[in-house]
């Protein structure tokens, strides 16, 4: 199994970067897409999620704050999960983390984290 994340960066604050997850290893279709983030010293904190997609296309959920500013989305065919974060904001400055459940987290897999830093 493999999450490989891509797409971190150096980018201004009001800037934007796309973050792509590559999935393999496992069915990907059946699975829940999370990104996550973490600080230097700080736990690991949840970003948002997308479920997994059947005819009536994949819901989203996202923490309070990057409501608004970041995008989830996936492509079952790729098997890759997107984050498309726009008006980039100092304190999204962290390293973020794909991550992979099946129901009930019976499996749980993650990528090895890609750097991002909002900085002028």
């Known amino acids: 199994v493999q999450l490989v994340e891509s797409g971190g960066g150096l980018v201004q604050p009001g800037g934007s970067l796309r973050l792509s997850c590559e999935a393999s290893g496992f069915t990907f279709s059946d699975y829940v897409m999370n990104w996550y983030r973490q600080a230097p010293g700080k736990e690991r904190e949840w970003v948002a999620a997308?479920?997994?997609?059947?005819?009536?296309?994949?819901?989203?959920n996202y923490a309070d704050s990057v409501k608004g500013r970041f995008t989830i989305s996936r492509d079952n065919a790729k098997k890759t999960v997107y984050l498309q974060m726009n008006s980039l904001k100092s304190e999204d400055t962290d390293v973020y983390y794909c991550?992979?459940?099946?129901?009930?987290?019976?499996?749980?897999?993650w990528g090895q984290g890609t750097q991002v830093t909002v900085s002028s």
């Open positions: 997308i479920r997994a997609g059947g005819r009536a296309g994949s819901s989203t």
């Open positions: 991550n992979a459940h099946s129901a009930l987290r019976v499996y749980n897999y």
